[in-house]
């Protein structure tokens, strides 16, 4: 597969989708909406940011695999989940082709697949699919699956929280961090790839983990054969052993765990990581931490056990509570573009090979971002 990026097409612009929420102290539905911004890697600076359509409370977004399709959710009491057609010539208009339920309350995260979109609900812990057509539009009826269990942290494991979902790596499977269960559900895709079947539990966290977001690590690098799940309530980076069941699914199993970052959160505030990524060459975790405010860098070092996570550094942040951020690759480095959820902030660093340091590329003012996808168009 190879994917390019679409006008402009100069390779040191990226163009970029960013997913909001309503401005603290206003309403969802108060006009906010999903935004396309460039940024321009050998100037410094964003550009040509403008808000491309009005939709309530688009916490997150994703691309279809072809690019052609942005869906975005509506992180409200009774949630949806909304397909906009991408104008293939430069991206500056979203078309609306349909809104449907998610399936339950406050959906906070989506996945783009070929042939369906996944949905985790945060508030009522339900899991949706959808299926979809080639146009990239909805397609059949949303199929939606309830979570079950607690955790020792009453005010926030009181029940199931899907807060994020993923595909195995080959496929086969759909995984769903629950951080209300301490637990990663999993659900079998049916082999036309529009619909999931229950299939139990992929892995179980420690008590009090509140397991937010997950990634896998790369084939061909020390992170092979792992999986990494960064713990909300724990402040851990939670290194999980890939198997397989009797029925052939992945499984995994929780073998280290280590903090999240060196640096504190505020006093009263604690540290709570959000989004966990790989580096561009697999090599290295990038994790965003709110309340200390910083994304941590930790070198993935092959051991006797497997893999060895090790601190290289806590890059320091402009702006305040880091949601989310994009990985973009360059020739010089893995530049992070970071959303700055409460101080309204786009930022841009370049991360430095060796040391794990940073160096500013670019900042924006920008309403309350909570997501930041890079828009890329699948070839071949």
Avoid: K
């Avoid at 994703?62 to 975005?72: I, Q």
């Avoid at 505020?266 to 994304?295: K, T």
């Amino acid at each position: 597969m190879i994917f390019r990026n679409p006008q402009p097409p100069h390779p040191d612009v990226r163009r970029l989708w960013l997913g909001t929420y309503p401005v603290p102290g206003t309403s969802s539905g108060t006009g906010e909406g999903v935004w396309r911004v460039d940024l321009d890697l050998a100037a410094g600076r964003f550009d040509d940011a403008r808000q491309v359509v009005v939709t309530p409370s688009p916490s997150f977004v994703a691309l279809s695999p072809d690019g052609r399709t942005l869906y975005a959710v509506g992180e409200a009491t009774e949630g949806t989940v909304s397909a906009f057609g991408v104008d293939d010539a430069d991206g500056d208009r979203l078309e609306p082709l349909a809104t449907v339920s998610s399936g339950g309350a406050d959906p906070c995260h989506v996945v783009a697949g070929p042939a369906a979109v996944w949905v985790a609900n945060y508030s009522s812990g339900t899991f949706t699919t959808v299926p979809v057509d080639a146009s990239g539009s909805f397609a059949g009826e949303a199929s939606s699956y309830e979570g079950e269990g607690t955790g020792p942290v009453a005010d926030r494991q009181e029940g199931p929280h899907a807060h994020y979902a993923v595909a195995t790596p080959d496929g086969s499977a759909a995984w769903v961090v629950d951080l209300g269960a301490d637990r990663v559900r999993r659900y079998r895709v049916t082999p036309d790839g529009t619909g999931v079947e229950p299939a139990g539990t992929a892995a179980t966290l420690p008590p009090g983990t509140g397991p937010r977001h997950l990634v896998f690590g790369a084939d061909g690098t020390a992170g092979e054969g792992r999986a990494f799940v960064v713990g909300e309530l724990d402040n851990q980076v939670h290194v999980l052993a890939l198997g397989a069941d009797d029925a052939g699914l992945l499984t995994a199993e929780p073998v280290t765990a280590v903090p999240a970052c060196a640096t504190p959160g505020p006093e009263g505030v604690g540290a709570f990581p959000s989004h966990v990524a790989l580096s561009s060459d697999g090599s290295r975790l990038y994790v965003a931490v709110r309340g200390p405010d910083v994304v941590a860098v930790l070198d993935l070092v092959p051991d006797d056990a497997g893999v060895r996570l090790v601190h290289r550094a806590d890059v320091p942040l402009a702006g305040v509570w880091p949601r989310h951020f994009a990985v973009l690759e360059t020739v010089e480095g893995d530049v992070l573009v970071v959303a700055g959820q409460n101080s309204s902030t786009l930022e841009a660093l370049r991360v430095l090979p060796g040391s794990g340091g940073s160096e500013p590329v670019a900042s924006l003012a920008l309403p309350s971002p909570a997501c930041v996808v890079e828009r890329r168009i699948l070839e071949g």
